[in-house]
T-cell receptor, first 113, second 116 residues
Framework: AQSVTQLGSHVSVSEGALVLLRCNYS??????LFWYVQYPNQGLQLLLK??????LVKGINGFEAEFKKSETSFHLTKPSAHMSDAAEYFC???????????FGKGTRLHILP | DTAVSQTPKYLVTQMGNDKSIKCEQN?????MYWYKQDSKKFLKIMFS???????INETVPNRFSPKSPDKAHLNLHINSLELGDSAVYFC???????????????FGPGTRLTVL
């Protein structure tokens, strides 16, 4: 069975500081991994995804994530936080054999002025 | 050019009522989903349909019944609404496996259901 654990339900960073949102996964087969962002009162939008090509994945809005198989991690980073990055971020894992995506519980990112 | 749309955006109703939420996608995808997001933002899959056929049916009360008249639409009907049904319901769609987008799902804007 697949699962996703996001460490920290709330993360606060200062504007301009490094953003690091942690995600660890569990999967018995090579997974697809995703990060989605949800802005207030909106649906989920894909930030980036890992599909077994490059382990460092670049996404939209300056975000990137690195797949580390040895650590079963897929942490999301951004070098310099912007106020507009304040949102809920979801890490997700998918078994390549079917359509099901398992979402983590989400991390709310707060940006401090 | 909305990709995945849901109606209504907000739905306020009394306990015991029956209500429906509609979802349409114009992406040409074969698979559609319903998710429930609770007050703690936890996102859980409820149903998945592939080309009008039920694929995933998680542990959901049988008061919830999805209906897919065609592969571009997946509606959610809820009977005898309860307080605990209050949540945001998201529709999503994805292309076929092997369709090049690697299980990526495209989400609608959500329907906020409030049961009084």
């Amino acid at each position: 069975a697949q699962s996703v654990t996001q460490l920290g339900s709330h993360v606060s960073v200062s504007e301009g500081a490094l953003v690091l949102l942690r995600c660890n996964y569990s999967s018995s087969v090579p997974p697809y991994l995703f990060w989605y962002v949800q802005y207030p009162n909106q649906g989920l939008q894909l930030l980036l995804k890992y599909t077994s090509a490059a382990t460092l994945v670049k996404g939209i809005n300056g975000f990137e994530a690195e797949f580390k198989k040895s650590e079963t991690s897929f942490h999301l980073t951004k070098p310099s936080a912007h106020m507009s990055d304040a949102a809920e971020y979801f890490c997700a894992v998918s078994d390549r054999r079917d359509d099901k995506i398992i979402f983590g519980k989400g991390t709310r990112l707060h940006i401090l002025p | 050019d909305t990709a995945v749309s849901q109606t209504p955006k907000y739905l306020v109703t009394q306990m015991g009522n029956d209500k429906s939420i509609k979802c349409e996608q114009n992406l040409g995808h074969d698979t559609m989903y319903w998710y429930k997001q609770d007050s703690k933002k936890f996102l859980k899959i409820m149903f998945s349909y592939n080309n009008k056929e039920l694929i995933i049916n998680e542990t959901v009360p049988n008061r919830f019944s999805p209906k897919s008249p065609d592969k571009a639409h997946l509606n959610l009907h809820i009977n005898s609404l309860e307080l605990g049904d209050s949540a945001v319901y998201f529709c999503a769609s994805s292309p076929p496996l092997g369709g090049g987008l690697n299980n990526e799902q495209f989400f609608g804007p959500g329907t906020r259901l409030t049961v009084l």
